[in-house]
């Protein structure tokens, strides 16, 4: 792969905003917005669990709740519902988001500290309009960094669009944060997920892409999401 450093003077990050303490009940709870989509995080635990199948003796085990809580709208006032206008997708949607949650929880909460025990992430989404994935995966990150059980990282993910330019089909313009209405457009939408430890990324936790992305476009995006990602990162830790 060829050491190029991508051009960060187009990367337009919307406001991000944060807040903890939102949900009482929960013993850790913050919310997360990026622009105008908005989730909610909380965590419940670790406590003993009341049925023995989330009961593991050498580790603690992780449950994933997702509610899409109502619709929101994009910037040009059409209603949108979180994850797909499609509601029928939904259920997909809410899968495969709770997949990648419990995938980030579990490898940055140190489970073996916990054995016999039950942590429960509770993950509200208020309003998508765009990046959901990624809003949804830090606002998890700024859940576990601020629980005050151990863990090995700081998580920080980013949501990058891809679009074919006008003059030249096979070049394409990279997005980064795209709206929901941008996602609608792109050719392909991927979500990178970085782990990082003394303010530095040491490696890819996870990703989603969706739509085609060669190899060679691949790595650009991946130095475009560990740049930005430095960026979301400052973010975090301010919020800490």
């Not at 051009?7 to 406001?15: E, K, M, Q, T």
């Not at 025990?117 to 990624?134: F, K, M, W």
């Not at 059980?149 to 003059?167: C, D, H, R, W």
């Not at 996602?183 to 430890?197: G, K, N, P, R």
Request: with cysteine.
């Amino acid at each position: 792969m060829d050491n190029v450093q991508p051009d960060l003077s187009f990367v337009n990050i919307r406001p991000i905003s944060t807040e903890l303490s939102v949900v009482n009940e929960a013993d850790v709870s913050c919310s997360f917005s990026m622009g105008n989509t908005v989730v909610i995080a909380a965590l419940y635990g670790p406590m003993p669990p009341k049925y023995s199948r989330h009961e593991q003796f050498d580790r603690a085990t992780v449950e994933v709740e997702i509610n899409c809580v109502n619709k929101g709208s994009n910037n040009n006032g059409t209603n949108i519902t979180a994850g797909s206008v499609e509601s029928g997708q939904n259920h997909h949607f809410e899968r495969d988001l709770a997949k990648h949650i419990r995938t980030l929880v579990e490898s940055t909460l140190i489970l073996a500290e916990y054995p016999r025990n039950l942590v429960v992430i509770r993950l509200n989404i208020i309003r998508n309009d765009g990046s959901v994935l990624a809003a949804a995966l830090n606002a998890c990150s700024l859940l576990l960094a601020t629980s005050g059980l151990k863990v090995n990282s700081l998580p920080v993910s980013v949501s990058i669009a891809m679009f074919p330019t006008e003059t030249e089909p096979t070049d394409e313009i990279l997005v980064v944060d795209p709206t929901f209405d941008e996602e609608s457009l792109a050719t392909s939408v991927s979500t990178f997920t970085l782990q990082y430890t003394n303010a530095k990324s040491c490696g890819l936790l996870l990703s989603q892409v969706s739509g085609p992305v060669s190899m060679s476009k691949m790595g650009e995006l991946l130095l475009l999401a560990e740049r930005v990602g430095d960026i979301v990162h400052g973010h975090l830790k301010n919020a800490l």
